[in-house]
């Protein structure tokens, strides 16, 4: 239909932001976002969004981690990912 076009909706941080900002996640799956849109994401932006939601994450777990806390399986579950986020940003 003419004028008719598809938005991608993210609900759990819902921002106005450029595309690769939620696209970063499905890098390795473009094609039919590139087919739907008719724009190719920016690799660097792709990257920089990788990078950055990172490092929100990092900084979560940092602040959860210096609160009092005790040993949950929720923090095990958090300690675990913040030890893989930390392993991805410095491989």
Known sequence: MAGE???LVDWDTVGLAPPERDLWMCE??????VEVSGRRPEPAALAFYRLRW????VAI???QFRRPHERTPDTEV???AF?????????
């Open 5 to 7: 076009r598809s938005l």
């Open 28 to 33: 390795g799956n473009l094609e039919r976002y």
């Open 54 to 57: 990172a490092l929100d994450d």
């Open 61 to 63: 777990f940092v602040d």
């Open 78 to 80: 958090a300690r675990s």
């Open 83 to 91: 030890a893989g986020t930390v392993e991805e940003l410095t491989a």
